[in-house]
């Protein structure tokens, strides 16, 4: 993601994001998961704590 770029997994960022590019990564999530329904969301979420540990 662009806003984390040059900093380390361990490295907070505070780089501002504009909402068009959050609703992009939205869009494209909800392309990717269908987060609009239950299960969707639960496997972004599944994916997302994989990624974390």
């Not at 992009?24 to 639960?42: A, F, P, S």
């Not at 599944?46 to 974390?52: C, G, L, P, S, V």
Request: zero cysteines; charged letters at 35%; a negative charge.
């Amino acid at each position: 993601m662009e806003a984390r770029k040059g900093y380390g997994d361990s490295i907070s960022s505070s780089e501002l994001l504009s909402k068009e590019r959050i609703m992009k990564y939205y869009i494209r999530i909800n392309e990717k998961y269908g987060i609009d329904t239950d299960e969707g969301l639960r496997a972004y979420i599944h994916d997302m704590i994989d990624k974390a540990s």
